[in-house]
């Protein structure tokens, strides 16, 4: 200890090292794991190299990048309509990188077996520290097998799976990559789309329509194009309304201003209208929700993922803080209890991830396989409710971990937990994955016995209970009463994650930290998070 004046008091002493930069990928044992069980094995080295970049450089850009939130620029100076978003620098930074190596665009660039689980791992390593950037690489991947259903789009659906990453306000033809976002919302609808009012009006060209309506939730404004719903003659139809129209001239889109959101903040959020603007057609007339279906599967697939990879990087958090941290005359870690949180803590992590990996396989897999089709059309909403429900209390139970430094913005866990409600909202809330739940298993019966066969691949004491629970409703597609559509969807989902006592046996209480006296922390802890050896780097 250095010598100090008498009257020199702050001597900094008992504060953990620097959390980054970490290596995301060498330190995640359980997602090598899942890479390798799901068949992405093909990926190991790209991933490594990304989980590197994500935990050093990447996670240092990412603080600037959400402070300093994006600003909308509706005129130029000499009064021109422009309707831009301005970011920071570090933003336009973290989504280079992650188009450049794959995040929105390798299922598509790369169509071998075990591609969308790749794409899912580097999702998973990017969300954990840059969530804000998450939705729009999010959008621009859901959204290539719905611009190929067009012909005419062929080149958006091309550049949008290209890793080539442009953040000018130009028209496509000038780009060699493009970004995709989605407006379906409206004011006087919400999740219920078909209530849309923005009418679509058809023009001489084939396919062309002229939009005119609003839409109050516009995701990624700054994107080159966006799907949205609007009611054409013969119904509610999906079209792709770009910021450009193809004869060079700036579309009629009209940004009103940008969301002020809970948390989310380095992406950008909108109202906008359309007045006359031009759009394309994506499939028949009256067939908009069905031509958009494909799409909002992978997007919950990734707000699976993204809630998971919250926690990861909660959990990494709080596990270094209590290796580090001393009370009470030993290291946090050393204490009982905070063994206990910790350990439930992983437990929860880890499955969630499993889950999500295992619906990335199902997703890989079904265009060849029917049974992994149906497994994936409805484990999509299953682990969407119950991931990101779980992953707000996750955070806060990680950041009580930190004490007082866990609510500081310093850290990053403050942000973890303003960005972990919006999976759980976004992409349908919680009632609304339950009610798309029991109306797959009642008309799609392939659905409910592809969940039987994946609970039958586990096998023994309060799982075969719980699988006994769960086999009438699942095989006989008999009447879920919609009252106990979350109580329902909960257990499928417990039963899915393999939780056996320490879930489905019913000792568990309601907070973390709750693990019956029979579990041995430390392992558990170890496995999570390796510790770095005396004076490694940070």
């Not at 990559?177 to 004011?187: A, L, Q, R, Y």
């Not at 839409?215 to 509610?236: E, I, N, T």
């Not at 079209?239 to 969301?259: Q, V």
């Not at 990335?360 to 409805?378: N, Q, S």
Request: glycine letters at 8%; aromatic letters at 8%; charged letters at 20%.
């Amino acid at each position: 200890m250095a010598e100090q004046t008498p009257f020199e008091t702050h001597l900094v002493d008992n504060q953990p090292p620097e959390f980054a930069p970490r290596d995301l990928w060498a330190d995640d044992v359980a997602l090598r794991e899942a890479v390798a069980r799901e068949g992405a094995n093909a990926w190991a080295e790209r991933l490594a190299d990304y989980g590197a970049l994500a935990g050093g450089t990447l996670y240092a850009l990412s603080f600037d990048a959400h402070r300093d939130r994006p600003r909308l620029r509706s005129h130029d100076r000499y009064g021109q309509r422009i309707d831009l978003v301005e970011f920071h620098p570090n933003y336009h930074a973290t989504m280079r990188a992650a188009i450049e190596h794959g995040v929105a665009g390798l299922s598509w660039s790369d169509p071998q077996p075990g591609a969308h689980v790749a794409r899912a791992a580097l999702s998973y390593l990017h969300h954990q520290v840059e969530p804000g950037s998450s939705c729009p690489l999010t959008m621009t991947h859901a959204a290539v097998p719905v611009l190929r259903h067009a012909p005419a789009l062929a080149q958006w659906a091309r550049k949008a799976a290209a890793p080539h990453y442009d953040p000018r306000d130009v028209a496509i033809a000038h780009k060699a990559g493009v970004t995709v976002g989605m407006g379906m919302t409206e004011k006087q609808g919400g999740s219920d789309v078909r209530a849309n009012t923005t009418t679509a009006t058809p023009l001489a060209g084939d396919h062309e329509y002229t939009l005119v309506g609003h839409k109050w939730f516009f995701s990624a404004p700054m994107c080159d194009g966006f799907l949205v719903l609007a009611q054409a003659p013969g119904g509610l139809t999906c079209f792709l309304l770009p910021r450009w129209r193809p004869d060079g001239s700036r579309n009629a889109l009209r940004l009103m201003r940008l969301k002020d959101k809970l948390g989310d903040w380095s992406n950008a959020s909108s109202e906008v209208e359309f007045a006359n603007a031009w759009a394309h057609r994506i499939g028949d007339e009256g067939r908009g929700v069905a031509t958009i279906i494909e799409m909002v599967m992978l997007t919950r697939l990734d707000c699976m993922l993204g809630s998971a990879a919250q926690m990861r990087m909660a959990l990494a958090h709080a596990i270094h803080h209590a290796r580090h941290r001393r009370t009470f005359g030993k290291p946090l870690l050393e204490h009982v209890l905070m063994q206990n949180v910790l350990a439930d803590l992983a437990l929860e992590a880890e499955a969630a991830l499993v889950f999500s990996m295992r619906v990335a396989r199902a997703v890989d897999a079904a265009p060849r396989d029917p049974a992994e089709a149906a497994f994936a059309r409805v484990a999509t909403g299953i682990g969407k409710y119950w991931i990101c429900k779980r992953a707000p209390a996750f955070v806060n139970e990680a950041q009580e971990c930190l004490g007082g430094a866990g609510y500081v913005e310093e850290s990053i866990l403050p942000r973890l937990y303003r960005q972990a409600p919006l999976n759980s909202i976004w992409e349908g809330s919680g009632n609304i994955q339950c009610l798309d739940v029991l109306r797959a298993l009642a008309k799609e019966p392939a659905t409910g016995a592809a969940l039987w066969a994946q609970l039958q691949s586990a096998l023994g004491g309060d799982y075969d209970v719980a699988m006994q629970r769960l086999r009438a409703p699942l095989l006989s597609a008999a009447p879920i009463d919609e009252l106990a559509a979350r109580a329902f969807v909960e257990q499928l989902a417990l039963a899915l994650q393999a939780f056996c006592r320490s879930r489905l046996g019913g000792a568990h209480g309601l907070a973390f930290g709750t693990l019956g006296t029979g579990v041995r922390p430390g392992p558990i802890i170890d496995r999570a998070l390796a510790a770095r050896a005396a004076g490694a780097t940070p």
